[in-house]
T-cell receptor, first 111, second 113 residues
């Protein structure tokens, strides 16, 4: 079956702009996670959804970052007033248990 | 505090050599889960294994084997007879049953033909 998909695969934006990153989880997976992976580092937890609600958003670095999952399936990570330090690969994962299935990521570059 | 340390940043071996990737974890929880993931150049994290804290049995899967030792808080990963296709970044990760999985910084493995 289809895995986790993320769009776009690459996004280049100017400092100060707003971006949206999309994640399509595996069908039927109720849990969805967002991670950020900076160059040379492991994935860093941002937010976790169980169904439509954000069960844990303690990893979001500041209030410029926000994520939604209105229908309990597709999720969008939104970043306002982007900064160069936001440049990273943003990974999405979904699960129905402890094992997480990761998408290919969106590489965000803020110039 | 929870932490995963992968002290080896990069390892380079020649094909057919055996290689061990080290992972040391820290947690005060008695119930936890350890993972290894592979991240090939394509970027997608591939799940390799999950162990829970109550099962210290070592595991072998083909050329891959894992050594879990609670006494030293280590969960090391060995590739036997490495191949060029094993070249990737490997991540060790820890979950204490909640929502967060803590990843190590990864070990980049180069396997030369």
């Amino acid at each position: 079956g289809a895995g986790v998909s993320q769009t776009p695969s690459n996004k280049v934006t100017e400092k100060g702009k707003y971006v949206e990153l999309r994640c399509d989880p595996i069908s039927g997976h109720t849990a969805l996670y967002w991670y950020r992976q900076s160059l040379g580092q492991g994935p860093e937890f941002l937010i976790y959804f169980q169904g439509t609600g954000a069960a844990d958003d303690s990893g979001l670095p500041n209030d410029r970052f926000f994520a939604v999952r209105p229908e309990g399936s597709v999720s969008t990570l939104k970043i306002q007033r982007t900064e160069r330090g936001d440049s990273a690969v943003y990974l999405c994962a979904s699960s129905s248990g402890l094992r997480q299935y990761f998408g290919p990521g969106t590489r965000l570059t803020v110039t | 505090a929870q932490k995963v340390t992968q002290a080896q940043t990069e390892i380079s071996v020649v094909e057919k050599e055996d290689v061990t990737l080290d992972c040391v974890y820290e947690t005060r929880d008695t119930t936890y889960y350890l993972f290894w993931y592979k991240q090939p150049p394509s970027g997608e994290l591939v799940f390799l294994i999950r162990r829970n804290s109550f099962d210290e049995q070592n595991e072998i899967s083909g050329r891959y084997s894992w050594n879990f030792q609670k006494s030293t808080s280590s969960f090391n990963f060995t590739i036997t007879a490495s191949q060029v296709v094993d070249s990737a970044v490997y991540f060790c990760a820890l979950n204490t049953g909640g929502f967060k999985t803590i990843f190590g910084a990864g070990t980049r493995l180069f396997v030369k033909a």
